[in-house]
């Protein structure tokens, strides 16, 4: 769903660890890191998107985690100009963003990335809070900035 503004909905998962570690994704075939995300289709509430993406993505089902937090609004991100489809309508020129604090419950062994036809993510970590924000895409790091941000003080961790 692309909205009057060109920004296609979307679920941004930020999954941790009994350790406060936060599961971190590489984009198969590159060395390119991000948290799970993924589109809202139509009809589909953020949570139901939010379910979806994360079994088509990691694996997990809503059994294997607990839904601590989401973000109080949408967070949006601009593509930058050589990303931006220009032949496809509506224009898509980002993404909004509900972004799903989540706890994970049960053991690791349950992720499976090859749980899609298309995976998405050929490899995975458990990192620090705050490395995101470092290592994600320029363009995705100021989403990451806020969500974080937001999600910080229900984990009791420090904002400078």
Not at 81 to 100: D, E, M, N, S, T
Not at 117 to 144: H, L, M, S, T
Request: neutral net charge; glycine residues 6%.
């Amino acid at each position: 769903m692309i909205d009057s503004q060109g920004y296609r909905a979307n679920v941004g998962i930020v999954l941790y660890n009994d350790a406060g570690q936060l599961f971190w994704c590489k984009r198969c075939g590159q060395d390119a890191w991000q948290f799970p995300q993924g589109g809202i289709s139509e009809n589909e509430s953020p949570e139901d998107a939010l379910y979806r993406e994360l079994k088509e993505e990691t694996g997990l089902s809503r059994h294997d985690v607990e839904v601590v937090a989401c973000s109080k609004q949408w967070l949006k991100y601009r593509l930058p100009p050589h990303l931006v489809r220009r032949r496809c309508f509506p224009k898509c020129i980002g993404q909004k963003q509900r972004w799903f604090l989540l706890r994970m419950i049960s053991d690791e062994s349950r992720i499976d990335l090859q749980n899609s036809d298309i995976p998405e993510f050929d490899g995975w970590a458990w990192v620090d809070y705050w490395q995101p924000i470092n290592d994600v895409v320029f363009f995705k790091r100021k989403v990451y900035q806020r969500a974080l941000t937001e999600f910080a003080p229900i984990m009791n961790i420090a904002v400078d």
